[in-house]
């Protein structure tokens, strides 16, 4: 299993994805084909803006392509102007993350992937800060987990870190 992937970025690429770009579908096929030949059987996509993702993930377990199963996140819940705003997730308190969050249970994803600090792909963001207080962390958690889907939390820094776990999410992603 590779736990963190994001099919619609390529690794070549220095500049934020451009995740209305329908030419990623064929890249993201190939990406797929690639990793069931490498033998992984199934791979956690953490992030995405169109929801490519889904729509690959649906068509592999349609049988339509050849790939891994994918367990997708969809649009993470970031604050506005954090990292990976430009994939839609924004949500500058418990009332807005609730919206992203009932948008992704409603595109069908299988967990949530939350950006409890900064990151390095996106300017100006800073990567080791947190971006969300203990309880609009919490609560995102909550509410998640009313859903019945896990949480993965991005966290770069100690005190993010230390955010997610006392927020209870279920991974904690870089960890740096």
């Known amino acids: 299993m590779d736990a963190h992937v994001h099919m619609e970025l390529n690794p070549e690429d220095r500049e ?42 649906d068509r592999i377990n ?19 102007g954090g990292h990976c705003h430009f994939w839609g997730g924004e949500a500058a308190d418990m009332d807005a993350a609730n919206t992203v969050l009932t948008r992704q249970v409603a595109h069908g994803v299988d967990l949530i992937k939350v950006m409890a600090t900064g990151g390095r792909m996106t300017r100006g963001s800073t990567p080791l800060e947190p971006q969300f207080d203990l309880p609009t962390l919490a609560g995102i958690v909550a509410a998640a987990h ?31």
């Open 62 to 80: 349609a049988g339509e392509v050849p790939g891994p199963r994918l367990l997708c996140a969809g649009q993470p819940i970031t604050s506005p």
């Open 16 to 57: 934020p994805p451009k995740q209305t770009d329908l030419g990623q579908r064929p890249l993201m096929r190939e990406r797929a084909a690639a990793m069931v030949s490498a033998g992984i059987t199934t791979a956690r996509d953490l992030g995405g803006g169109a929801w490519l993702e889904l729509e690959l993930r």
């Open 146 to 176: 009313d859903h019945q889907l896990p949480v993965a939390a991005h966290c770069h820094g100690t005190a993010g870190i230390e955010l997610a776990a006392q927020a209870g999410v279920t991974t904690i992603e870089h960890c740096s």
